[in-house]
């Protein structure tokens, strides 16, 4: 483990994620972990990393970075206007950094969530079996908060030295610019009224102000789903369940694990990298899809991951 | 009398690709929640199945479709829920003190005709079974409540329900582990911490325990 990057400004919202906690769950504590795996996956492997190491979450603003040692990154997700010492610098590829120059970000351009991968994993606090910073419970990640100015990052030694150089394909990426999310029906999408489900499989909804790491509450129509009220049960990350008020919410890695609202549709896995990269003003809709087409997509995105050498 | 084999119907819903919600029942139940907790322990021994969690009444079951499509897994749940649940062991017991001066109990005494002292004292009759932990971390839905005290929830949640707070709404009971928003009636604070982010498990309860509230002055 060595010191690795300086932060000289923190950006908005920057933490350190991996794959997240899934069994604190049991305890009622998010699972957490990076939004978007597909990229956070993609930038680890570009730099010869297990997938689920730990990365940086840049959220929008990005941070302004020095690296006080030589080392090979890679930065995957959104294109938040990457730059090296001012000069524009390669997404999705591998390349290496010298003691002293300067990784910054400038306007977001496509997407809201890059991730920074460090040859070796970047270090942080471990919580119940993940170093996924969670803000609520502080722990985990740096200190379990943001990246502040004056703080160090740390990575581990890699296992093996990888060469610059490695590149995920335009082709093989998400398109993050295409906010038509696959989503397969829930199981209480028969409470909705027909109208409603209409509007949940067709209508545009946007992000409302309050959406975050948690959840994304979507602006647009009104769902009606009557009918009793339910016992809680278990949620995961991708399901959209519909309150009483009829504002549909779309749950995210830091969702609560139990609730008892109507389930009316799960975002395909495959497209909850997309989903991942929306912000707050964003119109997004849903495609109804059947779990085999899901799974397919599924199984095009670990190809495309599978490619990374 | 030969043992039943089970009566329990299970529907299986997709959730998404990679998981699925097995409901074995729509009722507040003792015996299905015992159900739940047994399923959920049984498929997490699954190699196919990466993460399940029961509900009240239910299961959520995140599953590897490489190793398993949804009918199999389907199939195998509802196979696993027809066998007798293992004989539960009884869950631990914690014993909560409460100083029952919450800003809801008249109001909650007057809608259902009793004395405040009477809802305290029903309060806290019973051993409570903790259902479910979740939503937020150290919660635990407990129940179920005697029939005298159950009140639908507030109609407006207050923006902020201080840490601590003992609460009901319906046939359940709870204690909010963190500073919140909640729209169950407050009857009163205990200063028991339900959420131990330093520990494993960092919720002091846990499915299938038994909770008993007794008052205290201060």
């Known amino acids: ?309 | 009398m030969p043992p039943r084999r089970s009566t329990v119907r299970v529907r299986v819903y997709p959730l998404g690709d990679t998981a699925v919600l097995a409901e074995l029942g729509t009722r507040l139940d003792t015996a299905l929640n015992t159900r739940a907790i047994a399923l959920a322990s049984a498929l997490r021994k699954r190699r196919d199945v990466r993460q399940a969690v029961a509900g009240h009444a239910s299961v959520t079951v995140q599953f590897d479709p490489d190793q398993i499509t949804h009918e199999a897994l389907a199939a195998a749940i509802r196979r696993l829920a027809t066998k007798r649940p293992p004989m539960e062991e009884p869950g631990r017991l914690h014993r909560i003190p409460v100083v029952y001066d919450g800003p809801d109990l008249e109001a909650v005494a007057a809608e259902l005709r009793l004395e405040p002292q009477q809802v305290i004292e029903i309060h806290g009759r019973p051993i409570y079974r903790a259902f479910l932990v979740g939503f937020v971390p150290g919660w635990a839905y407990l129940g179920p409540l005697p029939d005298e005290l159950v009140l639908p929830r507030r109609p407006v949640p207050r923006t902020q329900v201080p840490a601590g707070s003992v609460a009901i709404a319906g046939h359940q009971t709870g204690i909010y582990p963190l500073n919140s928003p909640g729209g169950w009636h407050l009857i009163g604070r205990t200063s028991v911490k339900l959420f131990l982010p330093d520990s494993d498990p960092p919720s002091l309860f846990r499915a299938g325990d038994r909770v008993k509230f007794f008052a205290v002055r201060e």
């Open chain 1, 1 to 309: 483990m060595s010191e690795v990057f300086r932060v000289a400004e923190p950006g908005l919202f920057t933490t350190i994620q991996d794959i997240g906690r899934p069994s604190a769950i049991a305890s009622g504590v998010p699972p957490g972990g990076a939004m978007d795996r597909f990229a956070h996956s993609a930038a680890n492997l570009l730099v010869g990393n297990d997938r689920a190491a730990p990365s940086l979450e840049c959220t929008l603003r990005g941070p302004r970075l020095v690296a006080v040692r030589a080392c090979l990154i890679a930065i995957a997700g959104a294109d938040l206007d990457v730059r090296v010492n001012g000069g524009p610098a390669p997404m999705w590829t591998g390349f290496n950094l010298s003691a002293g120059d300067e990784l910054t970000f400038g306007r977001r351009r496509v997407g809201a969530r890059a991730y920074v991968a460090i040859a070796g994993g970047v270090i942080g606090d471990r919580w119940l079996g993940s170093m996924s910073t969670n803000v609520m419970a502080s722990r985990g990640g740096m200190r379990g908060r943001p990246l502040m100015s004056g703080d160090v990052l740390s990575a581990a030694e890699p296992f093996y030295l990888a060469d610059a150089g490695s590149h995920l394909a335009e082709h093989l990426r998400p398109r993050y610019a295409d906010h038509a999310l696959h989503a397969i029906a829930g199981p209480h999408v028969k409470r909705l009224l027909p109208e409603s489900r209409d509007a949940l499989f067709g209508a545009e909804f946007s992000l409302s102000p309050d959406s975050n790491r948690m959840g994304y509450r979507l602006e647009g129509a009104r769902l009606q789903a009557p009918g009793d009220e339910l016992l809680s049960f278990g949620l995961i990350a991708g399901v959209v369940q519909l309150p009483s008020g009829g504002q549909p919410i779309l749950l995210m890695a830091d969702h609560q694990t139990a609730g008892g609202y109507p389930v009316v549709a799960t975002v395909a896995s495959a497209s909850m990298p997309v989903a991942a990269q929306l912000a707050p003003g964003d119109d997004l809709r849903f495609v109804e899809t059947s779990i085999e087409t899901a799974l397919q997509m599924r199984a095009a995105q670990r190809a495309a991951l599978d490619s990374i050498i």
